[in-house]
């Protein structure tokens, strides 16, 4: 089961009820969340709420998706997965993750096509239910689509 | 342990329900189709049903089977077992992997050379490919782009109708001459035949109009100086219009489509919708030069803002060189010249392609 933390807007869908699920605070490297392509995108972030429970992996990765009429299409740029205990105590409660953007796609605001780049953040726990944070930002400047 | 709710409520693109229960549910739909074949296969093999339905009382100790029965009777089973297999397969491979694993095993499985990767312009992810439109070499300038005509596949479309259902009332036909010479007169089938004659007769003429229209006011080349095209950039175009009527009007322009494909049902739909037209030039009251054509050389500039190309499987935005023109005794007509524009340029040296980093 999935808890989702989606940080783009009032799109926040709330945790299934009678389950707790951690709180993921994450800060971009420049304060607008835009960035040029090719420029190195740096986030910080910190895990609060695990309430003792331990997670069994992290996985933290910078992807676009498409949004719109069509189906979604998705793109994983950069992605790192830590499965053991060993490796995801350097990354938990709190971590740094740098990537450099690729120079395409840009972020896109069509009439029905969207493209959007996000980092996600995805806690697994040891119970098998798993908690995933969505934060957009925005690669290059093409301004929004409107009709002729 | 919380059980699936069967009837849950999508929520844009997220599901609310367990992924694990959906993926359950999934993989004991291949596994019942897979098992299907096995039983379905052995059935046949071993012989279990060995009797002839001709004879019942008879017992069959050889069947008599040709090598082509064998694989008409082992298609049905071998297709379970491959959709079955297949789809077994495919769940045991992706789970409990989060869709960003997924995608980036996918990506890692395609740097490595195993999966046709997509194509794309190389540097730029997401770029579509620019090989097809830069193969043919121009009379002046670099490329000459090629024409994806939408005019085209409606006279292909026009031409496969007629040819199917003039086949059908041929079939028709001689049924109701072989009836009337056997001295029989079905009524029914004459009168089911009469209205299939006008739609047959309709589509040959839709056909024949489409053919006509296509052929008769000429070919449409451009030329262009450079490609693939980056935003802020001017480029030389050269527009070829060929045909001996008189033109009204021609215009040349820039358009930006976007092209979503989704499904709906059973059915897969695609929308396309042109976003923004740059006009780059008009020509009013053209008359070709008999035996030649009309011939123009402009300057397009893609905007500094524009959207570079893409796309991905199911998405498309895409740049194109369009033609228009109105002959004087013709209905307009529409000629399409796929481009493809290149994102911005890059602050420092661009990323490598997809970067997949997994500490196992």
Not at chain 2, 217 to 232: A, F, K, N, Y
Request: aromatic share 10%; hydrophobic share 45%; net charge neutral.
């Amino acid at each position: 089961m999935n808890g989702v933390d989606a940080d783009h807007g009032d799109d926040h869908v709330p945790a299934v009820s009678g389950q707790l699920f951690p709180r993921i605070e994450l800060r971009f490297g420049h304060p607008g969340r835009g960035y040029e392509p090719g420029e190195w995108v740096t986030v910080e972030y910190g895990i609060e709420g695990l309430h003792g429970e331990r997670p069994r992996a992290l996985e933290r990765s910078a992807l676009w998706y498409t949004e719109g009429k069509g189906e979604e299409d998705l793109g994983v740029h950069a992605f790192e997965r830590f499965p053991t205990p060993e490796t995801i105590d350097r990354v938990v409660p709190e971590g740094t993750f740098a990537f450099r953007l690729p120079t395409s796609p840009l972020s896109y605001e069509g009439v029905i096509v969207k493209i959007r780049w996000c980092v996600r953040l995805r806690v697994f726990f040891e119970s098998g239910r798993d908690h995933v944070s969505e934060h957009v930002f925005t690669v290059g400047r093409v301004p929004p689509s409107v009709l002729p | 342990m919380r059980f699936p709710r069967f009837f849950t409520k999508k929520r844009g693109h997220r599901r609310t329900d367990s992924h694990a229960w959906g993926s359950f549910a999934e993989g004991l739909f291949y596994a019942l189709l897979f098992g299907a074949g096995i039983v379905f296969g052995l059935l046949l093999v071993t012989g279990a049903v060995t009797y002839a339905p001709a004879d019942p009382d008879s017992v069959v100790l050889q069947r008599g089977y040709e090598w082509w029965m064998w694989l008409l009777t082992l298609l049905i089973p071998v297709a379970l077992l491959a959709f079955g297999g297949s789809g077994l397969v495919r769940i045991v491979r992706t789970w409990g992997k989060s869709q960003e694993h997924r995608a980036a095993a996918l990506r890692a499985v395609i740097l490595d050379g195993l999966v046709g990767t997509p194509p794309a312009v190389s540097g730029h992810p997401g770029v579509p490919s620019c090989d097809n439109l830069e193969n043919s070499p121009g009379i002046v300038l670099k490329y000459r782009l090629p024409l994806e005509s939408p005019e085209n596949w409606t006279l292909v479309g026009f031409g496969l109708f007629a040819l199917l259902w003039n086949a059908v009332v041929v079939v028709l036909a001689v049924g109701v001459g072989a009836d009337l010479v056997g001295g029989t007169t079905d009524w029914f089938l004459i009168g089911l035949l009469v209205p299939f004659a006008a739609v047959g007769v309709g589509g040959v003429v839709l056909f024949v109009r489409s053919a006509v229209l296509s052929t008769s006011v000429g070919p449409t080349h451009v030329e262009i100086s450079d490609h693939p095209l980056v935003p802020g950039m001017s480029y030389d175009v050269r527009l070829g219009q060929g045909g001996a009527h008189l033109f009204r009007s021609i215009d040349l322009g820039l358009e930006l489509e976007e092209t979503a494909t989704f499904r709906q049902g059973t059915d897969t739909r695609t929308q396309r919708l042109v976003v923004r037209r740059v006009p780059v030039s008009r020509w009013q009251r053209v008359q070709p030069v008999p035996g030649g054509s009309f011939e123009a050389r402009v300057a397009v500039t893609i905007p500094n803002d524009a959207m570079h190309s893409f796309s991905s499987e199911n998405n498309a935005v895409q740049w194109r060189i369009v033609v228009r023109a109105l002959p004087d005794r013709w209905p307009e007509f529409t000629r399409v010249f796929p481009v493809v524009v290149l994102p911005v340029k890059a602050v420092g040296p661009a990323a490598s392609a997809e970067t997949v980093e997994s500490l196992e």
